[in-house]
């Protein structure tokens, strides 16, 4: 049996990294990239790993600032999940930037401690997650095949081991009309604005209908070019969300009836654009979320007593879930921040969004360990996986 390092040694470890963890954070954070254009902060985290041993992958599944770092060897092989990218406008206002120095944190505290032939310490750079498609990419592409454990943390403004988090479609509908001239020849045009708006109304009228957990929000990207003129194109995307698959499909189809109808009392062609990539919801582990929860306690932190199911977004760490046995804890940066927000992207470089970071890294390695050392532990939580 190898010997297994004691919380001393992690906490040393992650107090001897904390100056590290903190500057990954903190130069996402200054140099916010949007998806699928983290090459730098990929870059970044790359460098970081190869120094400490690491062997390098990048380019998977035909993204360019994907990665996979790989160190050691035996079983089991966990993946730590790095997510790099920004939001428009508001830079890390996801918090990305602590995602990325929290798990390349628990990598470099595990390599310190573990010995070589101990396990597979895998790092993850999944770019994309605000469009919801790296890890999706990812997975079709088989880069989680021999992975059999993932864990990543997100930052919030509360401390939270189980959130739960919605399945999403996404669909785009383009209406064509007929233009005309719309005060002289009113009579000669077909209005595709016209049947924008009804969809909207229709989406409106749906929701009273739609189960609670379902969410249906759109917007209007195309809506006539000059007000005299008929509008002979327009369109709307709408995101639809709910709790399991079943119910998100059932929800999309009356979405695209509400546009059909809309056409058809408009008279305008529909086009119809359906993003074939479902982002599923959060598979939750309870035996898996309880091993991460016993951490928590054993640093003597409190996990919030919120409810799992309130606040809920997607994510493409659900369909992660869905082949590999995943959790996705939150870490406190602030009371009362709000995600997607410029008060949650400046959180997450304050002192405490500097501590959640370090906090991260250190329960993602404690709780890989204790998967590492304890077989008995890995099949329970693949039994429950596998129900």
């Known amino acids: 049996m190898k010997q297994r390092p004691d919380l001393e040694q992690v906490l040393a470890a992650a107090r001897e990294l904390t100056p590290e963890i903190i500057r990954i954070s903190r130069t ?19 460098d970081l790993l190869a120094g400490a041993g690491f062997g390098i992958e990048r380019g998977l599944a035909g993204m360019e600032s994907a990665f996979r770092a790989e160190s050691g060897s035996g079983l089991p092989a966990i993946a730590l999940i790095v997510e790099m990218d920004a939001l428009p406008g508001l830079g890390h206002a ?4 602590v995602i990325a120095a929290a798990s390349t944190g628990a990598a470099l505290i595990l390599r310190r ?10 790092v993850m750079g999944t770019p994309g997650e605000e469009l919801g498609i790296g890890k999706i990419e990812m997975i079709k592409a088989g880069c989680f095949n021999d992975i ?15 959130k739960r988090f919605l399945g999403l479609a ?15 020849y009113p009579e000669e ?3 595709a604005l016209d049947a924008v708006i009804q969809t909207f109304n229709g989406v409106s009228a749906l929701r009273q209908q739609l189960r609670q957990d379902v969410r249906v929000h759109g917007i209007i990207t195309e809506g006539g070019v000059a007000p005299n003129i008929i509008p002979a194109r327009a369109a709307c995307y709408f995101y639809v969300r709910a709790d399991d698959l079943r119910e998100l499909e059932s929800a999309l189809e009356r979405v695209k009836a509400c546009a059909a109808g809309a056409a058809l009392a408009t008279g305008c062609r529909l086009e119809t654009e359906a993003d074939p990539r479902l982002v599923a919801p959060l598979k939750i582990l309870r035996s898996y979320c309880r091993v991460y929860s016993e951490q928590v306690a054993r640093l003597g932190l409190v996990e919030s007593d919120s409810p799992s199911d309130r606040n809920k977004g997607s994510s493409d760490i659900g369909n992660l879930s869905q082949v590999v ?9 602030g009371d009362g921040v709000t995600i997607h927000t410029e008060g949650f992207a400046r959180a997450t470089v304050s002192p405490r969004g500097e501590m959640a970071a370090v906090e991260g890294a ?15 532990l890995r099949e329970e939580i693949l039994e429950e996986f596998h129900e």
Do not use: W
């Open 189 to 191: 045009g077909i209005n």
């Open 113 to 122: 401690l573990l010995p070589r032939d101990a396990a597979r310490v895998v």
């Open 362 to 376: 250190t329960l993602l390695a404690m709780t890989a360990l204790e998967l590492i050392f304890s077989p008995a």
């Open 325 to 333: 046995p995943t959790i996705h804890p939150h870490v406190p940066i």
């Open 148 to 162: 059999d454990f993932a864990m990543m943390v997100h930052p919030s403004s509360r401390r939270q081991v189980i």
């Open 170 to 184: 996404r669909i785009r509908f383009t209406f064509h009309g007929k233009p005309s001239h719309a005060a002289a």
């Open 28 to 46: 996402l954070y200054e140099d916010p990239e949007l998806s699928l254009q983290e090459v730098r902060g990929s870059g970044l985290v790359c």
């Open 94 to 97: 996801c918090g990305h930037n």
